[in-house]
């Protein structure tokens, strides 16, 4: 039983890893007033009927630090890409020239600053929520094995040690939140 005790909780750990890598793929589309392909991660595109990552069908560069250059591998795709990134309402605005579409980054404002913080900080706390799920069924589970004949005492150190897990991944959700302020209030 202390076998099917563990498994769990090593289910439930990587839970919480992908809880912090979906906050990490969350916090590089938040931009910081500096140019990043990253920032069109999760844009679709409709291509010939299919919604397909517009990595797939555009390659994505930055010139320099305020500007994103997608250029199409066919040209036929420079309205689709135009609109999904119109449609994803990301702020930003695309120039299509007929070879390229373009989007110059603004420079933030402090009130934008303030509000991708506070963006930032209602991801981490989704991510806080996500483990906070994950901690609940684990000491579920555990109830659930000590009423089952595990012995109580090992049920009492297997929720200290989740609770210790649970309190690292909700400190590592603080410093990413943190790292990510201090980028955007940056100048």
Request: charged letters at 30%; zero cysteines; aromatic letters at 4%.
């Amino acid at each position: 039983m202390s076998d099917e005790v563990n498994s769990y909780i090593g289910k439930g750990k990587k839970f919480m890893d992908d809880s912090i890598e979906h906050l990490q793929k969350e916090l590089s589309k938040i931009r910081a007033g500096k140019a990043s392909p990253s920032m069109l991660n999760g844009i679709m595109v409709d291509y010939y009927g299919n919604p397909t990552p517009l990595s797939q069908v555009a390659n994505i560069s930055t010139p320099d630090g305020k500007t994103l250059a997608i250029q199409p591998w066919e040209k036929n795709m420079l309205d689709p890409i135009e609109q999904s990134i119109f449609k994803a309402n990301l702020g930003l605005t695309p120039m299509n020239d007929g070879e390229f579409v373009r989007i110059s980054i603004p420079p933030l404002t402090e009130e934008r600053r303030k509000q991708l913080s506070k963006q930032s900080k209602a991801a981490g706390e989704e991510a806080k929520i996500s483990i906070r799920q994950a901690r609940q069924k684990l000491m579920d589970h555990i109830k659930k094995a000590v009423k089952d004949g595990f012995p109580e005492d090992m049920g009492k150190r297997k929720e200290d040690e989740v609770q210790k897990i649970v309190k690292s991944y909700g400190d590592k959700v603080d410093s990413l939140i943190a790292a990510k302020e201090k980028d955007i209030m940056t100048v």
